[in-house]
């Protein structure tokens, strides 16, 4: 199982709130053992273990590289078994418990994780048995041990499935990202073949077409044949328009509307509903595909940063304009934000579509409950009034897994979530 406990990099230097909420229990155990203990040599000896059971869990977690992070761990279980020995009434156990909780994140999966697992479990059960006198004592430590590893395994495998999610959606997005730049290559290449051999050739033939006619009105030619080389010439004419609209037309990147949201959401990793209020409206082309890149990058950012959550898209339809909110609702209790970061420019790319579609963006923490919401507001096309002409869409597959982001793909800035590491109301960064 990979280690999850032990800090890498510049974070094990870096102290997080849970750290100093372990150190201040430990502490608290360490300072209810030296009362228990009997006589003033034992409390000062049991004071002097108990700075040991938290050095070795310092050493553990923050000091030492993952794959030594055994031997803090070992001091602090160790220590714990000698304060066990020497204050019966204290809470020695509490150390050796804490510790052979995380040994096996720090011990690589085999023979040598099994026996470091039974060895303690075995030694937490005879210290719990000596203590109460009891053999019932003895099944109880081993099971209370038990129950604790499976805790804090479930706990380590829960943050590798969260980071699993969100790696995922990053390379889902990768993964449309290429399959339209893939798209809009093939569009390309076919608008050069149009523009070098069709629109050429029809021009050729205007100006072909051209020439014959002025022949004929020189040489006095009757109208049967005048007019038939002017109805010609003119739909020469109509033909290298048309050409030349098709390959402009082709060349133009593909776009999203509104409506592609319900394939984006029903392909969101997680746990993610969509709800359509009000009667569907017209949107502008741009505004459409803008609306789209932006729910599709709050969807993203709450793969990577409330990763377990619930999420709602709703979209309203109104008279004027057309609201879509996208909201989370933190990390669950226990949980960790994926780790996956972006590149920091998500809010600030996702304002400038929404509002060079003439809308707006609103994000932060949700007010009415732990959580993020994102709101767009963009105005619906009246009726009657005529749309931007729209871009042919593209055929590219809707995201078939973790509901991906194809475009800009990045977290949230400024005033809540941000790339650069978590933060934000409830923990969490991004959006």
């Given at each position: 199982m990979?280690?999850?406990?032990?800090a890498?990099?510049?974070?094990?230097?870096?102290?997080?709130?849970?750290?100093?909420?372990g150190a201040?229990?430990?502490?608290?155990c360490?300072?209810?053992?030296?009362?228990?203990?009997?006589?003033?040599?034992?409390?000062?000896?049991v004071?002097?273990?108990?700075?040991?059971?938290?050095?070795?869990m310092?050493?553990g977690?923050r000091i030492?590289?993952?794959?030594?992070?055994?031997?803090g761990?070992?001091?602090?279980?160790a220590?714990?078994?000698?304060?066990?020995?020497?204050?019966?009434?204290g809470?020695?156990e509490?150390?050796?418990?804490?510790?052979?909780a995380?040994?096996p994140?720090?011990?690589?999966?085999?023979?040598v994780?099994?026996?470091?697992?039974?060895?303690?479990?075995?030694?937490?059960?005879?210290?719990?048995?000596v203590?109460?006198?009891s053999?019932v004592g003895?099944?109880a430590?081993?099971?209370?041990?038990?129950i604790?590893?499976r805790?804090?395994?479930h706990a380590?495998?829960q943050?590798e499935?969260?980071?699993?999610?969100?790696?995922?959606a990053e390379?889902?997005?990768n993964?449309?990202a290429r399959?339209?730049?893939?798209?809009v290559?093939e569009?390309g290449?076919?608008?050069r073949?149009m523009?070098?051999?069709?629109?050429?050739?029809?021009?050729?033939?205007?100006v072909?077409?051209?020439?014959v006619r002025?022949?004929?009105?020189r040489?006095?030619?009757s109208?049967v044949?005048?007019?038939?080389?002017?109805?010609?010439?003119?739909?020469?004419?109509?033909?290298?328009?048309?050409?030349?609209?098709?390959?402009?037309?082709l060349?133009a990147?593909?776009?999203r509307s509104?409506?592609?949201?319900?394939?984006?959401?029903s392909?969101f990793?997680?746990?993610?509903?969509?709800?359509v209020?009000?009667?569907?409206g017209?949107?502008?082309?741009?505004?459409?595909h803008?609306v789209?890149?932006?729910?599709q990058?709050?969807?993203t950012?709450?793969a990577r940063?409330a990763?377990?959550?619930?999420v709602?898209?709703?979209v309203?339809w109104?008279?004027?304009?057309v609201?879509?909110?996208?909201r989370?609702?933190g990390?669950?209790a226990?949980?960790?934000?994926?780790g996956?970061?972006?590149?920091?420019?998500?809010?600030?790319?996702?304002?400038?579509?929404?509002?060079?579609?003439?809308?707006s963006?609103?994000?932060?923490?949700?007010?009415?409950?732990?959580?993020w919401?994102?709101t767009?507001r963009?105005?619906?096309a009246?009726?009657g009034?005529p749309?931007?002409?729209a871009?042919?869409?593209?055929?590219?597959?809707?995201?078939d897994a973790?509901g991906?982001?194809?475009?800009?793909t990045?977290?949230?800035?400024?005033?809540?979530?941000?790339d650069g590491?978590a933060?934000?109301a409830?923990?969490?960064?991004?959006?």
């Amino acid at each position: 199982m990979t280690n999850t406990w032990s800090a890498t990099g510049q974070d094990r230097f870096r102290f997080t709130r849970r750290d100093l909420t372990g150190a201040f229990a430990m502490v608290l155990c360490m300072a209810v053992s030296v009362v228990a203990a009997p006589g003033t040599v034992l409390k000062v000896v049991v004071a002097v273990l108990g700075v040991f059971a938290e050095l070795g869990m310092l050493l553990g977690r923050r000091i030492l590289a993952p794959d030594r992070a055994v031997f803090g761990v070992g001091l602090t279980i160790a220590t714990g078994f000698a304060i066990i020995l020497l204050a019966p009434q204290g809470l020695g156990e509490i150390p050796v418990l804490a510790g052979a909780a995380v040994l096996p994140l720090c011990v690589p999966d085999g023979p040598v994780r099994g026996a470091a697992v039974a060895v303690v479990a075995v030694g937490f059960g005879v210290a719990i048995m000596v203590i109460s006198g009891s053999v019932v004592g003895l099944l109880a430590g081993v099971g209370a041990w038990f129950i604790a590893d499976r805790t804090v395994e479930h706990a380590a495998l829960q943050a590798e499935r969260d980071r699993a999610v969100a790696l995922l959606a990053e390379l889902e997005a990768n993964r449309l990202a290429r399959l339209e730049a893939a798209a809009v290559e093939e569009r390309g290449r076919i608008a050069r073949e149009m523009h070098d051999v069709l629109a050429h050739s029809l021009a050729g033939l205007s100006v072909q077409l051209q020439a014959v006619r002025a022949v004929a009105a020189r040489e006095g030619a009757s109208p049967v044949l005048t007019e038939p080389l002017d109805r010609a010439a003119e739909l020469a004419r109509d033909g290298v328009q048309e050409a030349r609209a098709a390959v402009g037309a082709l060349r133009a990147g593909p776009l999203r509307s509104i409506d592609d949201l319900a394939a984006l959401v029903s392909g969101f990793p997680g746990n993610a509903q969509l709800r359509v209020t009000g009667r569907p409206g017209r949107l502008a082309p741009e505004a459409g595909h803008a609306v789209y890149r932006a729910v599709q990058e709050a969807l993203t950012n709450s793969a990577r940063y409330a990763t377990g959550s619930a999420v709602e898209v709703n979209v309203a339809w109104d008279a004027g304009e057309v609201r879509v909110a996208v909201r989370d609702h933190g990390l669950p209790a226990g949980r960790s934000p994926s780790g996956v970061q972006g590149s920091g420019s998500g809010l600030h790319g996702m304002t400038e579509r929404i509002e060079q579609a003439g809308g707006s963006v609103s994000a932060g923490p949700a007010s009415d409950a732990p959580g993020w919401r994102v709101t767009l507001r963009v105005p619906v096309a009246a009726s009657g009034a005529p749309l931007a002409p729209a871009r042919p869409e593209s055929r590219t597959p809707a995201p078939d897994a973790e509901g991906g982001t194809e475009g800009d793909t990045s977290s949230d800035a400024a005033n809540g979530r941000d790339d650069g590491g978590a933060g934000g109301a409830d923990g969490k960064m991004g959006e």
